[in-house]
């Protein structure tokens, strides 16, 4: 008897699909925008009811409220979930352009700093070989003024005079690099 029954509400359900899916897809398109979307949407609430058993009549008069419903709640719950993904994917995309702004500005720093290291090098290189000394004992050897005066025989004045060309020649060939060099870039 089981089977009579299981039988009839077969037919009741396929009867149903027939008459409202249709109807169902119309509506679901105009909730979420696409057609191929409301298509499987209305086959998912179908299937959803089909998986529960449920008894649905096309004769019944709350059957079409029943179906609008549970294809509304259907399209509500992927709504849901597609701006959820949506979410995820903007805070995806944010967090990669923020780590390749921060790539692109490490490089362009690390190439910034490669060319200023270079121009430094290139600036002691040009100088005359006693000069050059000087700025190598003064700056990369750390030897004071007094020091350097007994060692190479020359007048504190004449310090001063070579760093001040050699500053200059840095700021004229930095400049480029750096906006207001000239300006902010002054002999203590």
């Not at 089909?50 to 549970?70: M, Q």
């Not at 990369?140 to 350097?148: C, P, T, V």
């Amino acid at each position: 008897m089981e089977e009579v029954i299981v039988v009839s509400n077969q037919k009741k359900f396929e009867a149903c699909y027939r008459k409202y899916y249709g109807r169902i897809v119309k509506f679901l398109t105009k909730l979420v925008g696409n057609l191929d979307i409301a298509e499987d949407l209305a086959q998912e609430t179908f299937t959803k009811l089909y998986a529960k058993n449920v008894e649905i009549s096309p004769d019944s008069p709350t059957v079409r409220g029943f179906l609008f419903t549970v294809a509304r709640n259907t399209a509500f719950d992927f709504l849901k979930q597609q701006k959820l993904e949506e979410s995820k994917y903007r805070e995806v995309f944010i967090e990669e352009i923020a780590f390749e702004k921060t790539f692109f500005e490490d490089l362009e720093n690390y190439f910034i700093h490669g060319e200023v290291i270079s121009t430094l090098h290139d600036v002691i290189d040009s100088m005359p070989q006693r000069k050059r000394e000087i700025i190598e004992q003064k700056f990369f050897a750390k030897a004071k003024d007094s020091a350097l005066l007994r060692k190479m025989n020359i007048s504190r004045y004449m310090i001063k005079k070579i760093e001040q060309d050699f500053f200059e020649k840095i700021r004229d060939n930095l400049n480029g690099f750096f906006e207001n060099t000239k300006a902010e870039f002054e002999y203590r």
